[in-house]
């Protein structure tokens, strides 16, 4: 049974959407951490977009 809600290939979509996630994110972690270079803003953005239901590929795995 094909479900045409499931997305097969998420992965096309990950860094549009990672952009997204990114430009509006990254104001209020930097808000949040005023003093952190961006090297390290990034890498709180990255954990963040990891647990994010915004990533594609948690989409993925929460619909199967």
Request: glycine share 0%; no cysteine.
């Amino acid at each position: 049974v094909k479900d045409p809600e499931v997305d097969r290939h998420p992965e096309k979509r990950v860094r549009a959407a990672f952009l997204s996630f990114e430009e509006r994110m990254m104001p209020v972690i930097k808000e949040q951490n005023p003093t952190l270079r961006l090297s390290q803003l990034k890498q709180i953005l990255k954990k963040e977009w990891m647990r994010s239901p915004e990533n594609p590929l948690n989409q993925r795995l929460l619909n199967y």
